[in-house]
Nanobody, 129 residues
Framework: QVQLVESGGGLVQPGGSLRLSCAAS????????VGWFRQAPGKEREVLSC????????YYADSVKGRFTISRDNAKNTVYLRMDTLKVEDTAVYYCAALSSPDALLHRLWAKGKEYDYWGQGTQVTVSS
């Protein structure tokens, strides 16, 4: 059974940092690109970032570029999202998802949530003073 499990969410003050983890079981994550998404109450799901399976390419939405950093540790079958300089508007449920895509096509697919094959259950991030 394939599972993606997010962790690391919580309550943080504006300007603070968090690191989210996406751990996989039943799936060799290094064969997949992995993306991070979020959804705030009453809003549409928003793509944040993606890391390729092989060549290390990373992609970021403009809303998080320069503040969020995606990375992966294939030995631990885990992908991370480091979030710095957090803002109140970053409050949302954060999801990771796995996408089977050749690196050469990832630039076309990474932002399209419906292309992803597996999803986690999400972790809540609340930014508040």
């Amino acid at each position: 059974q394939v599972q993606l499990v997010e962790s690391g969410g919580g309550l943080v003050q504006p300007g603070g940092s968090l690191r989210l983890s996406c751990a996989a079981s039943g799936l060799t994550l290094n064969y997949y690109a992995v993306g991070w998404f979020r959804q705030a109450p009453g809003k549409e799901r928003e793509v944040l970032s993606c890391i390729s399976s092989s060549d290390g390419s990373t992609y970021y939405a403009d809303s998080v570029k320069g503040r969020f950093t995606i990375s992966r540790d294939n030995a631990k079958n885990t992908v991370y999202l480091r979030m710095d300089t957090l803002k109140v508007e970053d409050t949302a449920v954060y999801y990771c998802a796995a996408l089977s895509s050749p690196d050469a096509l990832l630039h076309r697919l990474w932002a399209k949530g419906k292309e992803y094959d597996y999803w986690g259950q999400g972790t809540q991030v609340t930014v508040s003073s």
